[in-house]
T-cell receptor
Framework: RKEVEQDPGPFNVPEGATVAFNCTYSNSASQSFFWYRQDCRKEPKLLMS???SGNEDGRFTAQLNRASQYISLLIRDSKLSDSATYLCVVNNAGGTSYGKLTFGQGTILTVHP | DTAVSQTPKYLVTQMGNDKSIKCEQNLGHDTMYWYKQDSKKFLKIMFSYNNKELIINETVPNRFSPKSPDKAHLNLHINSLELGDSAVYFC????????????FGQGTRLTVV
């Protein structure tokens, strides 16, 4: 099983749609969770951290379910500029991998007019 | 001012050559990383340094040797380049060790011919 697993998509949605991405992780001791965004031929950039209680930033909502080892990202009212690859990122805890940020393979989102 | 800068941005070289990629961060971070993004866009950690000390070495061939002359710099030297080394290499830094946001450089697109 991969350490961090995402549905690679691609997701093709019209402007204004709501879209949800899921991610699962294998290390139950993982401590920190993030969603990054990567535009084509650019570097990854932090979109938002994910907290146990869930958190929202404008049109973006992130949820964490530690029991199921599952993270989600919801984007409401999609914009053309949301088109990118969304990366689920987990900070490993314990053992020789302590502090290692592990990336999922990314989910490709295309928002069309 | 670019927070994490790496050079060169593009590198085309022949098999068997030795090449270096340089990385510098002006954020005052203690931790720096090298990631490799292959043709399937999967981002995989190669090395992590904390205060100039090697912390993570993810089963990378010995041909890859990182060097951190000070905590603001983490260079990557690659000996005897192979076709399979073709990828985008990202340098990154973070304040804490894995638990906080990582800032990425623009990437170095390495093509081995």
């Amino acid at each position: 099983r991969k350490e961090v697993e995402q549905d690679p998509g691609p997701f093709n949605v019209p402007e204004g749609a709501t879209v949800a991405f899921n991610c699962t992780y294998s290390n139950s001791a993982s401590q920190s969770f993030f969603w990054y965004r990567q535009d084509c031929r650019k570097e990854p950039k932090l979109l938002m951290s994910v907290y146990s209680s869930g958190n929202e930033d404008g049109r973006f909502t992130a949820q964490l379910n530690r029991a199921s080892q599952y993270i989600s990202l919801l984007i409401r009212d999609s914009k053309l500029s949301d088109s990118a690859t969304y990366l689920c990122v987990v900070n490993n805890a314990g053992g020789t991998s302590y502090g290692k940020l592990t990336f999922g393979q990314g989910t490709i989102l295309t928002v069309h007019p | 001012d670019t927070a994490v800068s790496q050079t060169p941005k593009y590198l085309v070289t022949q098999m068997g050559n030795d090449k270096s990629i340089k990385c510098e961060q002006n954020l005052g971070h203690d931790t720096m990383y090298w990631y490799k993004q292959d043709s399937k866009k999967f981002l995989k950690i190669m090395f992590s340094y904390n205060n100039k000390e090697l912390i993570i070495n993810e089963t990378v061939p010995n041909r890859f040797s990182p060097k951190s002359p000070d905590k603001a710099h983490l260079n990557l030297h690659i000996n005897s380049l192979e076709l399979g080394d073709s990828a985008v290499y990202f340098c990154a830094s973070s304040q804490g060790f894995g638990s906080t946001e990582a800032f990425f450089g623009q990437g170095t697109r390495l093509t081995v011919v």
